[in-house]
Nanobody, 123 residues
Framework: VQLQASGGGLVQAGGSLRLSCVASGRTFSTYTMSWFRQAPGKEREFVATITRSGDNTYHADSVRGRFTISRDNAKNTVYLQMNSLKPEDTAVYYC?????????????????WGQGTLVTVSS
């Protein structure tokens, strides 16, 4: 499967962005989907994950209450709504998918990755 992320850009602190990630193929609903991010000079970190059906989500403490992950299986798309953005949210954001249904925050456990989209939050 191929993942294509989009929606990044430059935004002022306090602003909002919505990232999208479209998957190719007809098996999107069988993947647990997540968002990760990587800031310059830092390791890739978990942001949020959503189960296959979309019934359950889990967000990292650093974004909980500000970011929301969702998915539309009919459109083969997973979203990340980001509100109240902070300069420390600046990073390249990646969508990722894994065949297992279990929640996992370790990037090494993911089978598929998008190319990343840059989010820059100015102060």
């Amino acid at each position: 499967v191929q993942l294509q992320a989009s929606g990044g850009g430059l935004v002022q602190a306090g602003g909002s962005l919505r990232l999208s990630c479209v998957a190719s193929g007809r098996t999107f609903s069988t993947y647990t989907m997540s968002w990760f991010r990587q800031a310059p000079g830092k390791e890739r970190e978990f942001v949020a994950t959503i189960t296959r059906s979309g019934d359950n989500t889990y967000h990292a403490d650093s974004v909980r209450g500000r970011f929301t992950i969702s998915r539309d299986n009919a459109k083969n798309t997973v979203y990340l709504q980001m509100n109240s953005l902070k300069p420390e949210d600046t990073a390249v954001y990646y969508c990722a998918g894994r065949n297992s249904g279990a929640v996992n925050t370790n990037p090494a456990s993911y089978d598929y990755w998008g190319q990343g989209t840059l989010v820059t939050v100015s102060s």
